[in-house]
């Protein structure tokens, strides 16, 4: 009996040996078998964008171009990337956007209203908060595929109220002005200095007004409501350019590419290729009272219940509030006097059209909500460079101008986003300071 036990493992220690050389050595000429193992991959949850009441937008993995929100999701994917390259290594996030579905939607209807997602230029818009800088819709009339940073529309006459704060600011008054002119032209290369101190007028070159004669004078309130090409280059040149340049820097401007701002003598003009989010933020700067908060996309991401990265808005007094006031009520007039004629609530906004008609604008405010709207061909888009003779939503144009499809726009989201929200007044102009002419009155 002994024995057969001994006997028998010995066999059991013979065939487990055997089989542990096999599982060393495999069969003749194959690798061993714990390398052909086939192994499972890793499973990564899937990350998701979340609404500001914490509602699902749409999974998020990086990839912006099957985004149902692609502006949206390139511009939060910029932004975390910005904050800390390693979240997107990460899987099951929940990241959390200022985006409100309900202005997201809105803004998206009055896109889809007026431009169809084959029609050849691109609009895009978005809507911010003014005093946060929570960018609560960001829409396009399509898909952004391959975008690499903002979306360069060339920003066209909305660029004008940098120039307008700037005068303001060194103590002219609505009534100061020039005589009227149909054409101007730099009386020496010496006219236009930028931030550097070179010179960089161009005597040679002539701009004139896209539409005719309004008057003997212009002031600063009558040159903004006919956004006045020669009337603001001679106010640049009265100012000096780097001033209106440093006033864009200051209430948030930059340009799309993420290389510093143009300076040329033709500032003024909206020569500067810009996403709808930056010039948003500049003209919710003025609704905000002098206070230029940065666009933020994100307020949390989350690992489960564990916090991995706040944001906080990020804002900064830039501007006195009396000249942020004074630039508001004369865009309030403008917009009352425009074809918009306005929002049945306390409004200011500018419309653009680029020489050339290259693109149009709209951007405008209320105290509490701030909007820029634009159509045309942004880089990196290309094959497509003037808006005239051309069908958009179906509808034939001769021109596109900011008021005939980015006004409406405008209008249409903002009106539908402030739906039920409280009035809020703007803060009346300092007449006393501001009201009147000093020193460049008709004679």
């Given at each position: 009996?002994?024995?057969?036990?001994?006997?028998?493992?010995?066999?059991?220690?013979?065939?487990l040996?055997a089989?542990?050389?096999l599982?060393?050595?495999?069969?003749e000429g194959e690798?061993?078998?714990?390398?052909?193992?086939?192994?499972?991959?890793t499973?990564v949850?899937?990350?998701?964008?979340?609404?500001?009441?914490?509602?699902?937008?749409?999974?998020?993995?990086?990839?912006c171009?099957t985004?149902?929100?692609?502006?949206l999701c390139?511009?939060?994917?910029d932004?975390?990337?910005?904050a800390?390259?390693?979240l997107l290594?990460?899987g099951?996030?929940t990241?959390?956007?200022?985006?409100?579905?309900?202005?997201?939607?809105?803004?998206?209807q009055?896109?889809?209203?007026?431009?169809?997602?084959?029609d050849?230029?691109l609009?895009?818009?978005?809507?911010?908060?003014?005093?946060?800088?929570e960018?609560?819709?960001?829409?396009?009339?399509?898909?952004?595929?391959g975008?690499k940073g903002?979306l360069?529309?060339?920003?066209?006459?909305?660029?004008?109220?940098?120039?307008?704060a700037?005068?303001?600011?060194?103590?002219?008054r609505?009534?100061?002005?020039?005589?009227?002119t149909?054409?101007?032209?730099?009386?020496?290369?010496?006219?236009?200095?930028?931030c550097?101190g070179r010179?960089?007028?161009d005597p040679?070159h002539?701009?004139?007004?896209?539409?005719?004669?309004?008057?003997?004078?212009?002031?600063?309130?009558s040159?903004t409501?006919?956004?006045?090409?020669?009337?603001?280059?001679k106010?640049?040149?009265?100012?000096?350019l780097c001033?209106?340049?440093?006033?864009?820097?200051?209430?948030?401007?930059?340009?799309?590419?993420?290389?510093?701002?143009r300076?040329?003598?033709?500032?003024?003009?909206g020569?500067?290729?810009?996403?709808?989010?930056?010039v948003a933020?500049?003209?919710a700067?003025?609704?905000?009272?002098?206070?230029r908060?940065?666009p933020?996309?994100?307020?949390?991401?989350r690992?489960?219940?564990?916090?991995l990265?706040?944001?906080?808005?990020r804002?900064?007094?830039?501007?006195?509030?009396a000249?942020?006031?004074?630039?508001?009520?004369?865009?309030?007039?403008?917009?009352?006097r425009?074809?918009l004629?306005?929002?049945?609530?306390?409004a200011?906004?500018?419309?653009g059209?680029t020489?050339?008609?290259?693109?149009?604008?709209?951007?405008?405010?209320?105290?509490?909500?701030?909007?820029?709207?634009?159509?045309?061909?942004?880089?990196?888009?290309a094959?497509?460079h003037r808006?005239?003779?051309i069908?958009?939503?179906?509808?034939r144009?001769?021109?596109?101008?900011?008021t005939?499809i980015?006004?409406?726009?405008?209008k249409?989201?903002?009106?539908?986003?402030?739906?039920?929200?409280?009035?809020?007044?703007?803060?009346?102009?300092?007449?006393?300071?501001?009201?009147?002419?000093?020193?460049?009155?008709?004679k």
């Amino acid at each position: 009996m002994n024995l057969l036990r001994v006997v028998t493992g010995v066999v059991a220690a013979g065939a487990l040996a055997a089989g542990t050389f096999l599982l060393i050595r495999g069969a003749e000429g194959e690798a061993p078998a714990r390398d052909r193992l086939v192994v499972a991959p890793t499973v990564v949850r899937p990350s998701v964008l979340v609404d500001v009441n914490g509602a699902v937008l749409e999974e998020f993995s990086g990839d912006c171009a099957t985004s149902r929100f692609s502006y949206l999701c390139f511009r939060v994917l910029d932004d975390l990337l910005a904050a800390d390259k390693e979240l997107l290594a990460r899987g099951g996030l929940t990241i959390e956007t200022t985006v409100d579905q309900r202005l997201q939607q809105a803004a998206q209807q009055a896109v889809d209203g007026r431009v169809r997602h084959d029609d050849l230029p691109l609009a895009a818009q978005a809507l911010l908060v003014p005093g946060t800088g929570e960018i609560r819709a960001m829409v396009t009339s399509r898909p952004l595929i391959g975008k690499k940073g903002g979306l360069g529309y060339q920003q066209g006459p909305t660029a004008m109220v940098y120039t307008l704060a700037a005068a303001l600011e060194k103590g002219l008054r609505f009534e100061d002005g020039f005589p009227y002119t149909d054409q101007y032209r730099a009386p020496s290369f010496q006219a236009f200095k930028d931030c550097e101190g070179r010179a960089v007028a161009d005597p040679a070159h002539s701009v004139r007004n896209r539409k005719g004669d309004h008057g003997a004078f212009t002031t600063l309130r009558s040159g903004t409501w006919a956004a006045e090409n020669t009337f603001f280059l001679k106010l640049s040149e009265k100012i000096g350019l780097c001033e209106s340049v440093t006033m864009a820097r200051r209430l948030g401007l930059a340009r799309a590419d993420g290389t510093p701002l143009r300076e040329y003598e033709t500032f003024t003009l909206g020569v500067n290729e810009v996403d709808p989010v930056e010039v948003a933020t500049t003209y919710a700067t003025l609704a905000a009272r002098g206070k230029r908060c940065e666009p933020m996309t994100v307020t949390e991401v989350r690992d489960g219940a564990k916090v991995l990265r706040s944001f906080v808005p990020r804002c900064e007094q830039v501007l006195d509030a009396a000249v942020a006031d004074a630039v508001t009520g004369v865009l309030a007039d403008a917009l009352a006097r425009s074809p918009l004629k306005g929002l049945g609530r306390d409004a200011a906004g500018m419309a653009g059209t680029t020489d050339g008609y290259g693109s149009a604008w709209y951007v405008g405010y209320t105290p509490d909500l701030a909007s820029a709207v634009a159509i045309g061909a942004p880089r990196p888009e290309a094959g497509f460079h003037r808006l005239v003779d051309i069908t958009i939503g179906g509808r034939r144009y001769a021109y596109v101008e900011g008021t005939s499809i980015p006004g409406p726009i405008w209008k249409d989201s903002m009106t539908a986003g402030l739906r039920g929200l409280p009035e809020t007044a703007f803060t009346e102009p300092d007449t006393s300071r501001f009201g009147g002419c000093r020193d460049g009155c008709p004679k």
